[in-house]
């Protein structure tokens, strides 16, 4: 059994940064954030691997980064040139081993965070 704590989240201007957390418990294999705002679908953000690999959705990718602390078995997200587009509830997700190909799919995760909110302001 896996537990996720997402932190982070919060208000920012256009333009602006945040780093979001997920402290895990258990060990973890590939792990990701997906983001979901009023009225749309569940998309996926960025998944990484237990050996550190990562993909992002293109419409993040150069803006935002995954990482993971192993000793703190703590997933992060880097967010940097915000955008009003990006404001959604951010979730936190893990998956019961490593995850390949290149698409992101809420299905194959068994483990979820209880989310936290970004909101980009113009």
């Known amino acids: 059994q896996v537990q996720l704590v997402e932190s982070g989240g919060g208000s920012v201007q256009a333009g602006g940064s945040l780093r979001l957390s997920c402290a895990a418990s258990g060990y973890t294999y590939s792990m990701a954030w997906f983001r979901q705002a009023p009225g749309k679908e569940r998309e996926g953000v960025a998944r990484?691997?237990?050996?550190?690999?990562?993909i992002y959705a293109d419409s993040v990718r150069g803006r935002f980064t995954i990482s993971k602390d192993n000793a703190e078995n703590t997933l992060y997200l880097q967010m940097n040139s915000l955008k009003p587009e990006d404001t959604a509830m951010y979730y936190c997700?893990?998956?019961?081993?490593?995850?390949?190909?290149?698409?992101?799919?809420?299905?194959?995760?068994?483990?979820w965070g209880q989310g936290t909110q970004v909101t980009v302001s113009s």
């Open positions: 990484i691997r237990s050996t550190g690999n990562t």
């Open positions: 997700a893990a998956a019961t081993s490593d995850l390949y190909g290149a698409t992101l799919s809420a299905t194959s995760y068994k483990y």
